[in-house]
Protein backbone atom coordinates (compact mmCIF):
# COMPACT_ATOMS: atom_id res chain seq x y z
CA UNK A 1 0.00 0.00 0.00
CA UNK A 2 1.02 3.20 -0.59
CA UNK A 3 2.29 5.91 1.79
CA UNK A 4 -0.23 8.34 0.34
CA UNK A 5 -3.17 5.55 0.30
CA UNK A 6 -2.35 4.77 3.91
CA UNK A 7 -2.54 8.39 4.99
CA UNK A 8 -6.02 9.20 3.43
CA UNK A 9 -6.99 5.72 4.88
CA UNK A 10 -5.80 6.76 8.67
CA UNK A 11 -7.15 10.55 8.33
CA UNK A 12 -10.62 10.50 6.65
CA UNK A 13 -11.46 13.77 5.21
CA UNK A 14 -13.26 16.03 7.13
CA UNK A 15 -15.54 17.06 4.92
CA UNK A 16 -17.12 13.51 4.74
CA UNK A 17 -20.73 12.93 5.17
CA UNK A 18 -19.90 10.43 7.93
CA UNK A 19 -20.12 12.19 10.99
CA UNK A 20 -17.30 12.02 13.85
CA UNK A 21 -17.97 9.05 16.43
CA UNK A 22 -16.29 9.16 20.10
CA UNK A 23 -15.65 5.91 21.66
CA UNK A 24 -15.26 5.66 25.03
CA UNK A 25 -11.65 4.18 25.21
CA UNK A 26 -9.87 4.43 29.10
CA UNK A 27 -6.33 2.76 28.25
CA UNK A 28 -4.56 2.11 25.15
CA UNK A 29 -1.36 -0.31 25.59
CA UNK A 30 1.01 -0.34 23.16
CA UNK A 31 4.06 -3.32 22.70
CA UNK A 32 1.44 -5.91 24.22
CA UNK A 33 2.42 -9.54 23.75
CA UNK A 34 -0.82 -11.12 24.51
CA UNK A 35 -3.68 -11.77 23.30
CA UNK A 36 -3.31 -12.29 19.62
CA UNK A 37 -0.33 -13.29 17.88
CA UNK A 38 2.81 -11.08 17.03
CA UNK A 39 3.56 -7.69 19.09
CA UNK A 40 -0.02 -5.72 19.69
CA UNK A 41 -1.34 -2.35 20.85
CA UNK A 42 -4.57 -3.45 23.33
CA UNK A 43 -7.23 -0.82 23.17
CA UNK A 44 -9.50 -0.69 26.37
CA UNK A 45 -13.15 0.04 25.61
CA UNK A 46 -15.11 1.34 28.52
CA UNK A 47 -18.75 -0.32 29.64
CA UNK A 48 -20.06 -3.85 30.21
CA UNK A 49 -23.15 -5.54 31.29
CA UNK A 50 -21.36 -8.46 33.43
CA UNK A 51 -19.96 -7.74 36.67
CA UNK A 52 -18.08 -11.31 37.21
CA UNK A 53 -17.13 -11.68 40.68
CA UNK A 54 -13.00 -11.64 39.16
CA UNK A 55 -12.94 -9.16 37.30
CA UNK A 56 -9.66 -7.66 36.67
CA UNK A 57 -10.89 -4.53 35.51
CA UNK A 58 -13.44 -3.03 37.54
CA UNK A 59 -12.56 0.14 36.08
CA UNK A 60 -13.67 -0.66 32.79
CA UNK A 61 -17.25 -1.84 33.77
CA UNK A 62 -18.84 1.56 33.51
CA UNK A 63 -19.26 3.62 30.32
CA UNK A 64 -19.07 6.74 32.11
CA UNK A 65 -16.27 8.24 33.17
CA UNK A 66 -15.27 7.29 36.57
CA UNK A 67 -12.28 9.03 39.36
CA UNK A 68 -11.17 6.92 42.57
CA UNK A 69 -8.67 7.18 45.32
CA UNK A 70 -6.07 5.05 46.59
CA UNK A 71 -6.04 6.54 50.50
CA UNK A 72 -3.67 3.69 51.15
CA UNK A 73 -1.21 5.73 48.43
CA UNK A 74 -2.45 9.13 49.81
CA UNK A 75 0.67 10.97 51.37
CA UNK A 76 -1.67 13.64 52.57
CA UNK A 77 0.50 16.54 50.87
CA UNK A 78 -2.97 18.40 49.82
CA UNK A 79 -1.79 19.80 46.74
CA UNK A 80 -5.08 18.39 45.42
CA UNK A 81 -7.34 20.33 47.60
CA UNK A 82 -6.32 23.07 45.57
CA UNK A 83 -5.53 21.77 42.07
CA UNK A 84 -9.51 20.79 41.91
CA UNK A 85 -11.20 24.00 40.18
CA UNK A 86 -14.58 22.42 41.46
CA UNK A 87 -13.97 22.09 44.98
CA UNK A 88 -14.67 18.43 44.45
CA UNK A 89 -11.78 17.41 46.85
CA UNK A 90 -12.84 17.77 50.35
CA UNK A 91 -10.81 17.24 53.80
CA UNK A 92 -12.33 13.93 55.96
CA UNK A 93 -9.55 13.05 58.92
CA UNK A 94 -6.51 14.68 57.58
CA UNK A 95 -7.17 12.66 53.54
CA UNK A 96 -9.09 13.54 50.90
CA UNK A 97 -12.55 12.68 50.30
CA UNK A 98 -13.95 12.63 46.37
CA UNK A 99 -17.26 14.02 46.00
CA UNK A 100 -17.97 12.54 42.36
CA UNK A 101 -21.10 14.86 42.06
CA UNK A 102 -19.44 17.62 41.72
CA UNK A 103 -16.18 16.36 39.61
CA UNK A 104 -15.70 17.21 35.69
CA UNK A 105 -13.35 14.19 35.83
CA UNK A 106 -10.70 17.25 34.49
CA UNK A 107 -7.74 15.17 35.98
CA UNK A 108 -5.60 18.47 37.69
CA UNK A 109 -5.87 16.58 40.85
CA UNK A 110 -4.30 13.71 39.13
CA UNK A 111 -1.39 15.77 37.81
CA UNK A 112 -0.18 17.19 40.85
CA UNK A 113 -0.65 14.11 42.65
CA UNK A 114 3.07 13.03 44.04
CA UNK A 115 1.97 9.84 45.49
CA UNK A 116 -0.37 8.30 41.82
CA UNK A 117 -2.92 8.50 44.58
CA UNK A 118 -5.68 9.48 42.17
CA UNK A 119 -6.91 7.88 39.00
CA UNK A 120 -9.37 9.43 36.53
CA UNK A 121 -10.85 6.21 34.07
CA UNK A 122 -12.49 8.30 31.06
CA UNK A 123 -12.12 8.10 27.23
CA UNK A 124 -13.16 9.98 23.82
CA UNK A 125 -11.50 8.93 20.97
CA UNK A 126 -12.46 9.11 17.74
CA UNK A 127 -11.40 6.81 14.59
CA UNK A 128 -9.06 8.67 13.37
CA UNK A 129 -7.56 9.45 16.50
CA UNK A 130 -6.85 6.23 17.52
CA UNK A 131 -5.33 5.47 14.16
CA UNK A 132 -2.94 8.23 14.58
CA UNK A 133 -1.83 5.62 17.65
CA UNK A 134 -1.87 2.63 16.03
CA UNK A 135 0.13 3.63 13.07
CA UNK A 136 2.89 4.37 15.08
CA UNK A 137 3.50 0.68 15.13
CA UNK A 138 2.74 -0.66 11.69
CA UNK A 139 6.31 -1.56 10.95
CA UNK A 140 6.71 -3.60 14.36
CA UNK A 141 3.06 -4.99 12.99
CA UNK A 142 4.35 -6.17 9.92
CA UNK A 143 7.28 -7.69 11.49
CA UNK A 144 6.04 -9.07 14.50
CA UNK A 145 2.61 -10.62 12.80
CA UNK A 146 1.18 -8.53 15.50
CA UNK A 147 -1.93 -5.70 15.07
CA UNK A 148 -5.02 -4.08 17.59
CA UNK A 149 -7.02 -6.21 20.17
CA UNK A 150 -10.23 -4.48 21.26
CA UNK A 151 -11.24 -5.64 24.61
CA UNK A 152 -12.69 -3.86 27.71
CA UNK A 153 -14.83 -3.57 29.14
CA UNK A 154 -16.98 -4.92 26.72
CA UNK A 155 -15.87 -3.69 22.95
CA UNK A 156 -18.99 -4.68 20.96
CA UNK A 157 -21.26 -2.45 23.27
CA UNK A 158 -19.67 0.44 21.20
CA UNK A 159 -20.48 -1.92 17.74
CA UNK A 160 -20.81 1.26 15.31
CA UNK A 161 -17.49 2.44 16.89
CA UNK A 162 -15.78 -0.77 17.01
CA UNK A 163 -16.69 -1.94 13.29
CA UNK A 164 -15.65 1.84 11.81
CA UNK A 165 -12.28 1.24 13.31
CA UNK A 166 -11.84 -2.73 12.31
CA UNK A 167 -12.70 -1.83 8.92
CA UNK A 168 -10.35 1.09 8.91
CA UNK A 169 -7.51 -1.03 9.78
CA UNK A 170 -8.36 -3.87 7.65
CA UNK A 171 -8.47 -1.30 4.88
CA UNK A 172 -4.65 -0.78 5.94
CA UNK A 173 -3.79 -3.96 5.95
CA UNK A 174 -3.68 -4.28 10.03
CA UNK A 175 -4.54 -7.81 11.90
CA UNK A 176 -7.17 -7.38 14.41
CA UNK A 177 -8.60 -9.14 17.10
CA UNK A 178 -11.17 -8.68 19.62
CA UNK A 179 -12.10 -10.21 23.37
CA UNK A 180 -15.98 -10.37 23.99
CA UNK A 181 -17.88 -12.09 26.78
CA UNK A 182 -20.44 -12.26 23.86
CA UNK A 183 -23.32 -9.84 26.37
CA UNK A 184 -24.15 -8.00 23.54
CA UNK A 185 -27.02 -7.24 20.86
CA UNK A 186 -27.15 -10.55 18.64
CA UNK A 187 -27.38 -7.92 15.56
CA UNK A 188 -24.52 -5.96 16.60
CA UNK A 189 -22.47 -8.81 17.53
CA UNK A 190 -22.71 -10.99 13.70
CA UNK A 191 -22.25 -7.33 11.58
CA UNK A 192 -18.77 -6.76 13.00
CA UNK A 193 -17.25 -10.72 12.86
CA UNK A 194 -16.59 -9.53 9.71
CA UNK A 195 -14.20 -7.67 10.77
CA UNK A 196 -12.69 -9.67 13.69
CA UNK A 197 -9.38 -11.70 12.63
CA UNK A 198 -9.13 -12.87 15.67
CA UNK A 199 -11.91 -13.42 18.29
CA UNK A 200 -11.55 -14.16 21.92
CA UNK A 201 -14.52 -15.86 23.48
CA UNK A 202 -14.62 -15.38 27.46
CA UNK A 203 -17.00 -17.76 29.15
CA UNK A 204 -18.08 -17.21 32.82
CA UNK A 205 -20.19 -20.76 33.86
CA UNK A 206 -21.71 -22.83 31.26
CA UNK A 207 -24.65 -23.45 33.79
CA UNK A 208 -27.32 -20.42 33.60
CA UNK A 209 -27.98 -19.86 37.35
CA UNK A 210 -24.72 -19.38 38.48
CA UNK A 211 -23.66 -17.75 35.41
CA UNK A 212 -26.36 -15.32 36.69
CA UNK A 213 -24.93 -15.93 40.27
CA UNK A 214 -21.52 -14.81 39.31
CA UNK A 215 -22.02 -12.28 36.67
CA UNK A 216 -25.42 -10.70 37.27
CA UNK A 217 -26.75 -11.97 34.01
CA UNK A 218 -28.45 -15.43 32.71
CA UNK A 219 -25.95 -16.75 29.87
CA UNK A 220 -28.85 -17.74 26.89
CA UNK A 221 -27.33 -14.55 24.47
CA UNK A 222 -23.87 -15.05 25.45
CA UNK A 223 -23.84 -19.08 24.11
CA UNK A 224 -26.09 -17.94 21.08
CA UNK A 225 -23.34 -15.47 20.24
CA UNK A 226 -21.37 -17.81 20.21
CA UNK A 227 -22.89 -20.41 18.15
CA UNK A 228 -23.22 -17.44 15.90
CA UNK A 229 -19.18 -16.82 16.35
CA UNK A 230 -18.54 -20.52 15.75
CA UNK A 231 -20.41 -20.89 12.05
CA UNK A 232 -18.56 -18.30 10.44
CA UNK A 233 -15.14 -18.14 11.19
CA UNK A 234 -14.57 -21.54 9.52
CA UNK A 235 -15.32 -20.45 6.43
CA UNK A 236 -13.19 -17.01 6.90
CA UNK A 237 -10.23 -18.13 7.96
CA UNK A 238 -10.46 -16.35 11.12
CA UNK A 239 -9.45 -17.65 14.69
CA UNK A 240 -11.75 -18.47 17.46
CA UNK A 241 -11.00 -18.93 20.83
CA UNK A 242 -12.61 -19.98 23.98
CA UNK A 243 -10.53 -18.14 26.92
CA UNK A 244 -12.21 -19.53 30.43
CA UNK A 245 -10.24 -17.78 33.98
CA UNK A 246 -10.73 -20.59 36.15
CA UNK A 247 -11.91 -19.88 39.88
CA UNK A 248 -11.46 -22.83 42.23
CA UNK A 249 -14.64 -23.21 44.08
CA UNK A 250 -16.40 -21.47 40.91
CA UNK A 251 -16.50 -22.73 37.67
CA UNK A 252 -13.57 -25.38 37.94
CA UNK A 253 -14.34 -29.29 38.21
CA UNK A 254 -17.54 -29.93 36.66
CA UNK A 255 -17.99 -26.60 34.72
CA UNK A 256 -14.49 -27.75 33.30
CA UNK A 257 -16.80 -30.82 32.00
CA UNK A 258 -19.84 -28.71 30.85
CA UNK A 259 -17.20 -26.57 29.04
CA UNK A 260 -15.90 -29.32 26.79
CA UNK A 261 -19.54 -30.56 26.12
CA UNK A 262 -20.96 -27.06 25.07
CA UNK A 263 -17.11 -26.94 22.92
CA UNK A 264 -17.75 -30.23 21.64
CA UNK A 265 -20.68 -29.07 19.35
CA UNK A 266 -19.26 -26.23 18.07
CA UNK A 267 -19.08 -26.06 14.21
CA UNK A 268 -15.81 -24.28 14.74
CA UNK A 269 -13.47 -23.76 17.62
CA UNK A 270 -9.69 -23.42 17.20
CA UNK A 271 -8.75 -23.76 20.89
CA UNK A 272 -10.14 -23.67 24.89
CA UNK A 273 -7.29 -21.49 26.36
CA UNK A 274 -7.40 -21.58 30.62
CA UNK A 275 -6.08 -19.04 32.46
CA UNK A 276 -5.80 -19.08 36.40
CA UNK A 277 -7.71 -16.77 38.14
CA UNK A 278 -5.63 -14.31 39.99
CA UNK A 279 -6.59 -10.93 42.79
CA UNK A 280 -4.27 -8.70 41.20
CA UNK A 281 -7.46 -5.94 40.04
CA UNK A 282 -8.20 -6.28 43.49
CA UNK A 283 -6.80 -2.85 44.80
CA UNK A 284 -8.66 -0.95 41.87
CA UNK A 285 -12.12 -1.60 43.95
CA UNK A 286 -10.39 -0.06 46.65
CA UNK A 287 -9.73 2.77 44.86
CA UNK A 288 -12.76 2.74 43.40
CA UNK A 289 -14.89 2.37 46.78
CA UNK A 290 -16.08 -1.12 45.51
CA UNK A 291 -16.57 -4.59 47.34
CA UNK A 292 -14.37 -7.04 46.31
CA UNK A 293 -16.00 -10.31 46.74
CA UNK A 294 -13.19 -12.95 46.27
CA UNK A 295 -10.74 -11.86 48.91
CA UNK A 296 -8.68 -14.72 50.00
CA UNK A 297 -9.19 -16.63 47.02
CA UNK A 298 -6.35 -18.98 45.99
CA UNK A 299 -5.41 -18.95 42.53
CA UNK A 300 -5.57 -22.62 40.72
CA UNK A 301 -2.12 -24.87 40.85
CA UNK A 302 -0.05 -25.45 37.85
CA UNK A 303 -1.01 -29.23 38.40
CA UNK A 304 -4.83 -28.70 38.35
CA UNK A 305 -4.79 -26.66 35.29
CA UNK A 306 -3.06 -29.22 33.69
CA UNK A 307 -5.42 -31.80 34.80
CA UNK A 308 -8.43 -29.70 33.77
CA UNK A 309 -6.54 -29.40 30.16
CA UNK A 310 -6.24 -33.20 29.88
CA UNK A 311 -10.12 -33.46 30.75
CA UNK A 312 -10.95 -31.27 27.64
CA UNK A 313 -8.26 -32.68 25.52
CA UNK A 314 -10.02 -36.21 26.34
CA UNK A 315 -13.19 -34.54 24.44
CA UNK A 316 -10.93 -34.00 21.10
CA UNK A 317 -10.66 -30.31 21.78
CA UNK A 318 -7.01 -28.77 21.77
CA UNK A 319 -6.99 -26.98 24.82
CA UNK A 320 -3.46 -24.49 25.98
CA UNK A 321 -2.76 -23.23 29.50
CA UNK A 322 -2.32 -19.47 29.33
CA UNK A 323 -1.03 -17.15 31.97
CA UNK A 324 1.48 -18.54 34.20
Known amino acids: MSAERYKKACRPDRTSEEPDLEGAIWKIDRFAIHDGPGIRTTIYFKGCLLRCWWCSNPEGQRQEAEIGLSQTQCNRCGLCFAACPRGAIKSQNGLPALE ?149 GLNDENNIRALAELARGLPHLDYIELLPYHNYGMNKYQILGRQYRLEGTVPPSESKLKEYQEVIASYGINCQIGGL
Open 100 to 248: VVECDFCGQCVSVCPANAIHVYRGGYTVAQLMDVIEKDRHIYRRSGGGITCTGGEPFLQAEFLRRLLAKCHEVGINTAVETCGCVDESEFKASLTYVDWLFFDLKHIDGEQHKRLTGRNNTLIQNNLRTASSTPGKRGKVLVIRQVVVP
